[in-house]
C-alpha cells in the first residue's frame, strides 16, 4: 500500500514542487495551504506522516501540532524559514519528530521522511471516526471534537448528530430522524427534532462559529460545509 503524506504549507509553488517530488518517490499526497484546515485533515487519521509548515494562516504550525498531539502520534516533519536553535525546540518538545529549514535539499528531506517513515508504530484499523468540516466524532470514545477542542453532548445530541453525520450531505426527514434516533415507539412530536437541532446549533454552529447543520425548509435537515 502506498505511503499517505499530507503536506501543509501555504506556498503553493513550493507545495507543488514537493507534491511532485512525493509523487515521483511513490507516495500519495493531499495538501492544504492553510493550517485550519491542515489540522481537520491532520485529525481524519487517514495520512501516515505529515509535513508541516509553521508560518501559516489561520493557524499556525505550531498551534496545529499542538492540537493534533492531543489525538495522533502520526509523524511529523516541520518545514519553515526559522533556523534558531529555540524555534527548532519548541517544535520538538512539543512533539513533532523532525524539523527541515527551508531552503532544503529534495533528497534531504526524503531521507527524513523515510526515517520517520520507518520509526512509527506498525499501522493499526482506521479510527471508528465521523466528520464534517472542522467536527471530528470518535464513535470508540463517544467523544465529538471541533478543531480539536472536545465538545460536550447529551446522549441524545450525540444520537441526533452521529444520524446526521452517517448519513452527511443527505436531507433526513424529522420523521426520519425521530424513527432513526428515538426509535418506532417514540409517542412525542416531530418538532423534539427542532428543539434538539438547536441544542446542536448552539453547541457546534454558534460556539464555534461555523455553519454546517443546514434548515432544507419544507423537508428536514441535512449536515455538510457550506452555505444553504
Not at 57 to 72: D, F, K, N, Y
Not at 88 to 94: A, F, I, N, P, T
Not at 121 to 149: F, W
Not at 187 to 216: C, P, Q, S, W
Request: some cysteine.
Amino acid at each position: 500500500m502506498e505511503e499517505r503524506i499530507l503536506l501543509v504549507e501555504d506556498e503553493e509553488k513550493l507545495a507543488r514542487m514537493v507534491e511532485l517530488e512525493l509523487n515521483y518517490e511513490g507516495y500519495q499526497v493531499e495538501k492544504a495551504f492553510d493550517g485550519r484546515r491542515g489540522l481537520e485533515l491532520a485529525l481524519s487519521g487517514r495520512f501516515d506522516l505529515i509535513l508541516l509548515d509553521i508560518m501559516l494562516p489561520a493557524l499556525s504550525g505550531m498551534e496545529v501540532l499542538r492540537r493534533l498531539r492531543r489525538e495522533s502520534q502520526v509523524p511529523v516533519i516541520m518545514l519553515t524559514a526559522r533556523d534558531t536553535v529555540v524555534d527548532k525546540v519548541s517544535g520538538l518538545d512539543m512533539g513533532a519528530d523532525d524539523y527541515v529549514t527551508k531552503p532544503f535539499a529534495t533528497e534531504e528531506l526524503l531521507a527524513r521522511i523515510r526515517a520517520a517513515l520507518r520509526k512509527r508504530p506498525a499501522r493499526t484499523e482506521p479510527d471508528n471516526r465521523l466528520s464534517v468540516g472542522p467536527l471530528v466524532m470518535d464513535l470508540d470514545r463517544h467523544l465529538v471534537a471541533v478543531d480539536g477542542q472536545n465538545v460536550a453532548l447529551t446522549r441524545r445530541e450525540f444520537d441526533l448528530l452521529r444520524c446526521l453525520l452517517e448519513h452527511k450531505e443527505k436531507v433526513l426527514s424529522r420523521e426520519e430522524l425521530l424513527e432513526q434516533v428515538w426509535g418506532f415507539d417514540f409517542m412525542g412530536e416531530t418538532n423534539t427534532v427542532d428543539v434538539y437541532i438547536r441544542f446542536l446549533r448552539t453547541k457546534l454552529d454558534e460556539a464555534f462559529h461555523i455553519k454546517l447543520i443546514h434548515t432544507v425548509r419544507g423537508v428536514g435537515y441535512v449536515i455538510r460545509e457550506g452555505l444553504e
